[in-house]
């Protein structure tokens, strides 16, 4: 069985950074899709990056600039650094995994409150 964990969520002032972790267990995460996506209240839940199996990452283009997806093998955990953050980032963010059979997989979610 899949499990992921977040973890790194808190509180941070403007303009700070932070990194989100997500570590996976019962699967290996490079043979799998990772997504992190964030969700803040009353809108729908928003794509923030995602990585292939093959290590390409993708970055929606709201967050291009700012985030950057990224995966560490050896811990089989991945990241979102999270850099000059503003109080609209303020969320929820949740990691998934899709795996190559099409099973999807959530973690538990962890919350990012910006703010001074």
């Known amino acids: 069985q899949v499990q992921l964990v977040e973890s790194g969520g808190g509180l941070v002032q403007p303009g700070g950074s932070l990194r989100l972790s997500c570590a996976a267990s019962?699967?290996?995460?490079?043979?799998?899709?990772m997504a992190w996506y964030r969700q803040a209240p009353g809108k729908e839940r928003e794509l923030v990056a995602y990585?292939?199996?093959?290590?390409?990452?993708v970055t929606a283009d709201q967050h291009k600039v700012r985030f950057t997806i990224a995966r560490d093998n050896a811990k089989n955990t991945e990241y979102l650094q999270m850099n000059t953050l503003k109080p609209e980032d303020t969320a929820v963010y949740y990691c998934?995994?899709?795996?190559?059979?099409?099973?999807?997989?959530w973690g538990q979610g962890t919350q990012v409150t910006v703010s001074s």
């Open positions: 998934r995994l899709i795996s190559p059979e099409g099973y999807v997989y």
């Open positions: 019962g699967t290996i995460l490079s043979q799998n899709g």
């Open positions: 990585m292939t199996k093959f290590g390409i990452t």
